[in-house]
């Protein structure tokens, strides 16, 4: 089995570009979410095409933690037995491609386009100029995180620059740990790391310390938590290793981890094309969906980041997992509503 960039070669194919034989379902997204989906749909015998542009939000990260039974191993390799399990059962493609438009066809022609139930179908366009059809969606497009603008904090972006303790916070325990404020909410943070470290800076960045609440300062001072105002000019790295970040002042700070929050920035272009409600919550706006993630779209579903901020891997799998389930049941119905003439 022979591997590109975590892509497994031979899972690989290229989707029906015919208006006049649609895929039953198409999921816009190969992370986690996406292929928890379609390894349902496929379960379910329901011809599925996942279009996957192949940028997981924890590519940057070497593993992944607090999944059970695979905790410690690498995304993509996690993301490669996922695609290896979808194809054994014969009725999913997996393209790697972009979804650059999506519309609805509610009045199109009668019979396989349109869909048993009436209901129309969807028009996908990729990125390479081909057109796909389904008579349902799943999209899990998932988010980008926006990072400070220091220099040197991207490159060591899921090495020693980290978001989540959650999922590093073990591997890096007892370190000495920075924490960069983007914002007040910050706090929760730098209060949250010293679960894993004793030896905490907060290095308050553009963050002034009379934006602080009284509680926030007597939890950081209980907590050991040592505050450092003055904005952060860049990180300090030596052979390939964090060794500490340096102020406009001038001043220099030792740490060997530094923890921040980048800003979230959900992908959801697609479903704001269809006219899918969103929610604007403090990290983004995200798509209303009840609790199989159906959005307020009819036959289309989100899940995974796509919906929330907050959705780890194993959140990710589940959300999928319902979606797909979900989706079946719909066409199901709907199938058989038409043909008992509901």
């Not at 869909?115 to 988010?143: H, K, N, P, Q, Y």
């Not at 706006?285 to 891997?313: I, K, M, R």
């Amino acid at each position: 089995m022979t591997e590109t960039n975590g892509e497994t070669a031979d899972t690989r194919t290229e989707p029906h570009d015919r208006d006049t034989e649609p895929y039953e379902a198409i999921v816009i997204g190969g992370g986690a979410a996406g292929l928890s989906a379609a390894l349902i749909l496929g379960r379910a015998r329901r011809r599925t095409l996942v279009v996957d542009a192949g940028a997981p939000r924890n590519a940057p990260s070497a593993h992944m933690q607090g999944f059970l039974t695979r905790d410690g191993m690498s995304p993509a390799e996690f993301l490669a037995l996922g695609r290896e399990e979808i194809a054994r059962y014969g009725v999913v493609d997996l393209v790697r491609d972009r979804a650059v438009d999506v519309t609805r066809d509610a009045d199109g022609p009668e019979g396989a386009a349109a869909g048993a139930d009436g209901r129309g179908s969807f028009r996908v366009t990729l990125a390479s100029g081909g057109t796909v059809r389904a008579r349902r969606l799943v999209v899990t497009t998932g988010l980008k995180d926006e990072l400070p603008a220091v220099p040197g904090l991207a490159a060591r972006f899921g090495n020693d620059v980290l978001h989540c303790p959650y999922c590093h916070g073990w591997e890096v325990r007892d370190r000495a740990f920075g924490v960069l404020a983007t914002g007040p909410q910050s706090v929760h943070q730098a209060l949250i790391v010293t679960q894993w470290s004793k030896d905490v800076t907060f290095f308050l960045h553009t963050v002034a310390e009379a934006d602080l609440s009284e509680l926030d300062l007597r939890r950081l001072a209980a907590a050991g938590v040592r505050l450092v105002p003055g904005e952060v000019a860049e990180v300090l790295v030596t052979d390939d290793r964090l060794t500490g970040v340096r102020l406009t002042g001038g001043s220099s700070h030792a740490v060997e981890v530094l923890f921040t929050a980048p800003r979230p920035v959900p992908r959801t272009e697609l479903l704001e094309r269809l006219g899918a409600e969103l929610d604007e919550t403090p990290f983004g706006a995200y798509p209303v969906v009840d609790f199989t993630g159906q959005t307020s779209v009819p036959g289309v579903w989100a899940a995974g980041n796509a919906a929330g901020f907050a959705e780890q891997v194993a959140n990710a799998v589940g959300a999928g997992y319902r979606a797909g389930s979900a989706l079946n049941g719909d066409l199901l119905m709907s199938d058989l509503d038409a043909a008992a003439g509901v």
